[in-house]
């Protein structure tokens, strides 16, 4: 006659493997219902409604920001998925010109000066571009990835439009300063230098804080580009903003228990409301004097230096606002 004895650990490691397998069952659960929204979304070119979302919410605990980017980009959404530290997903408003426009217009710029000179270079390309955006414009000299769209930004974090990253990055040739970039902790790549963000369903200030994080101490993107495009009743009232701002690399001693916006950013150049709390009308020119907002090529690549290439790099990237604003009236809808 024999007698059965399960020791205090077997029944332990036992209810771990059970727990663990119910994570597993519910995790495999949210990415079945997440891509039947997701190809939803690319089917009807509109978010889900909130009672559409509901059985989603129910798994927010049973899956990260990094299973997400997965099942995104085995469907192929490129862009418009929104997700919460809390694990609630959101979908942006399917974009309509001139969003898609005016990215490609911000890409062609920063292309001129920074990329296609170098064609050839030993160092090509000299950034590598990734985006939610890319189906509309096509840049053959720039190195594209759309599956590396994301970057680690404190709150919500959805693809920017348009990012740059100098290449190399880090540039070992240099180990002492190289040792100076910081990387993305959970995507395990360097943070891009440059980010442009285009609104038209994004207000003005989801944009500027979308801003004020990337340019915080969380991170290490050092130049935000953002436009917003404002559709109104009649073409002749729609407004728009646009901004420039660049990190403050040398903030002094911060406070304690710094918020993600610390140190504020210093804004090199903005459309702002007037006096009568309005913004600015799309149909009016930028003024003449300031068409043009210029950020220090340093900043493209700091902590590092910038290489050293035959022709140099420009002393500064231009940003020409006034035609980023004849884009968005180009290619607005009638």
Request: charged share 20%; net charge neutral.
């Amino acid at each position: 006659m024999f007698s059965s004895f399960t020791s205090g650990t077997e029944l332990q490691r036992g209810a771990v493997a059970t727990a663990a397998h119910a994570g597993e069952t519910r995790n495999k659960q949210a990415k079945t219902l997440f891509k039947k929204l997701a190809r939803q979304y690319l089917r009807k070119r509109s978010p889900p409604t909130e009672s559409e979302l509901e059985p989603l919410s129910a798994f927010r605990n049973d899956f990260g920001w990094l299973d997400l980017i997965k099942w995104r980009d085995e469907v192929g959404v490129l862009r418009g998925i929104v997700y919460e530290d809390d694990g609630t997903i959101t979908f942006d408003e399917w974009t309509q010109p001139p969003h898609d426009q005016v990215i490609g217009e911000f890409s062609r710029m920063f292309l001129r000066q920074f990329v296609e000179p170098w064609e050839n270079a030993p160092i090509d390309p000299t950034f590598e571009t990734t985006g939610a955006q890319g189906m509309n414009y096509v840049f053959l000299r720039l190195k594209s990835n759309y599956d590396l769209v994301d970057i680690e930004i404190p709150g919500p974090k959805k693809q920017p439009d348009q990012s740059y990253t100098p290449q190399p990055r880090p540039n070992l040739q240099n180990p002492a300063l190289a040792a100076l970039v910081r990387i993305q902790p959970l995507l395990g790549r360097p943070w891009p230098t440059v980010i442009f963000e285009s609104g038209n369903s994004q207000t003005v200030p989801r944009l500027e804080g979308i801003r004020d994080r990337v340019l915080g101490h969380m991170t290490a993107v050092n130049v935000f580009v953002g436009i917003a495009y404002n559709r109104n009743q009649t073409r002749a009232s729609d407004s728009w903003w646009a901004c420039v701002a660049v990190r403050n690399t040398a903030p002094g001693n911060p406070p304690a228990n710094p918020p993600p916006e610390w140190p504020p950013c210093i804004i090199v150049g903005e459309i702002r409301r007037g006096a009568n709390g309005r913004y600015q009308k799309l149909e009016t020119p930028v003024d003449n004097n300031n068409t043009v907002w210029r950020v220090n090529t340093s900043l493209l690549y700091h902590p590092e230096p910038v290489p050293v290439l035959h022709p140099a790099f420009p002393a500064t990237f231009d940003v020409d606002v006034e035609r980023l604003r004849r884009c968005l009236v180009r290619a607005r809808p009638a």
